[in-house]
């Protein structure tokens, strides 16, 4: 059997504020193309398909479209909320679209029933792991006293490999969404939660052929069973030039075969500019980088005007902008260091220098010094 594992599809996320919806449907309508070149038998989806939890018809549209392509290509689709989705709304209509061949297993009381499948080996079972939010999953499974997600994982797997010892000779698979120790995260993965108790050891997950991660945007391999797809585009400035992927997975008679990337198409690449804003529009070099997101940091020493008016003149696509000059006379020291000992009146001239890099006029010295004076006189009369 073989199985394409890919999770975070996230869609309906923005850039920036910027509408992805229309490169997310290319790269992902596009997995329809790897089922038919690669004859893949089941499609994965470990967790956040959508980005937030009510999602908008544009990306429901987008999703029913997706699933119609790979169903159309041949492929079976396994899916599961992550933290982003809502469990119930993803689950919604479950029963009917399994019949399909979607299969969404969303509901935690019902995580050791597998989708089961079968090839010319006999049985592969799938099991879905909702993500399990602590403080509700304890609940659900049975465990008021667990704390964090290790223990209500680890019991959620406990029930997995209780299911799969009453199927011997059944190959195994489980998608799980989470963040399992030795993971490297992105700049573009929102915190499960804080403190470090979000952590699942890898050892939780013992005694499965094959383990689909989701999460994590870095696409990455725990172990050869255990691995992270990662997002299949870019959400961050941080994965620019970060090659997307999924992992084509096969299964022989005993378990694990071979696991292999499948490199994902990148509709707009993203790409990090530096340097003064002069210099961004005339360089004959980025003629390359026009069409591609583009963050740029401006090393101008005085911030230019209206700079991201300018910067879309030749990258129509750039989406953020952050200034990162030194301020007039290259002044390295600290905003506290700058103001120590200074006057009210020392001290707004100096906000007014820092804000625009530009120092304030005598006149708006003046106007300043009129405003500390008449607050200062009403704190005296209160």
Not at 48 to 74: E, F, I, K, N
Not at 163 to 174: A, E, H, Q
Not at 249 to 263: F, M, T
Not at 367 to 380: D, I, N, P
């Amino acid at each position: 059997m073989r199985l394409l594992h890919t999770s975070d599809w996230h869609i309906g996320r923005s850039l920036h504020g910027t509408d992805l919806l229309a490169e997310q449907e290319q790269v992902l309508g596009g997995l329809a193309d790897v089922v038919r070149a690669e004859s893949v038998d089941v499609v994965l989806v470990a967790g956040d398909v959508y980005d937030r939890a009510v999602p908008s018809a544009d990306a429901t549209g987008v999703l029913d479209r997706v699933l119609m392509r790979l169903r159309s290509a041949g492929a079976q689709v396994v899916l599961t909320p992550g933290n982003h989705d809502s469990a119930r709304r993803l689950g919604f209509g479950a029963g009917l679209l399994a019949r399909s061949g979607v299969h969404v297993r969303a509901m935690t009381p019902a995580l050791d029933e597998p989708v089961m499948l079968d090839d010319e080996h006999g049985d592969v079972a799938v099991y879905g792991l909702p993500y399990l939010e602590p403080e509700v999953a304890r609940h659900e499974l049975g465990l008021p006293d667990a704390r964090g997600h290790e223990a209500v994982v680890g019991a959620a797997m406990d029930r997995v490999r209780a299911d799969l010892f009453l199927r011997p000779r059944t190959r195994s698979v489980v998608l799980a969404h989470a963040f399992v120790g030795g993971g490297l995260p992105s700049e573009s993965e929102r915190d499960i939660c804080v403190g470090g108790v979000d952590l699942v050891s890898a050892a939780v997950f013992d005694g499965i052929d094959y383990v689909a991660l989701g999460h994590l945007h870095r696409p990455q391999s725990l172990s050869d069973r255990i691995r992270y797809s990662g997002s299949p585009l870019a959400y961050s400035f941080g994965e620019a030039g970060q090659q997307k992927q999924a992992w084509l997975v096969d299964l022989d008679a005993s378990g694990l075969s071979e696991v292999r990337p499948v490199p994902l198409p990148t509709p707009r690449p993203l790409t990090v500019l530096r340097g003064e804003l002069a210099e961004l529009l005339a360089d004959p070099e980025l003629a390359s980088v026009t069409e591609h997101f583009v963050s740029a940091q401006l090393t101008d020493a005085i911030r230019p005007a209206d700079p991201m008016r300018q910067l879309q003149g030749r990258f129509p696509h750039a989406v953020h902008l952050e200034w990162a000059g030194t301020g007039p006379a290259g002044d390295q020291r600290s905003y506290t260091e700058r103001l120590a000992g200074r006057s009210d009146l020392e001290v707004a001239g100096e906000f007014v220098s820092h804000v625009r890099t530009v120092g304030a006029t005598p006149a708006e010295l003046e106007l300043l010094g009129r405003a500390l004076a008449a607050a200062a006189h009403e704190e005296a009369l209160a």
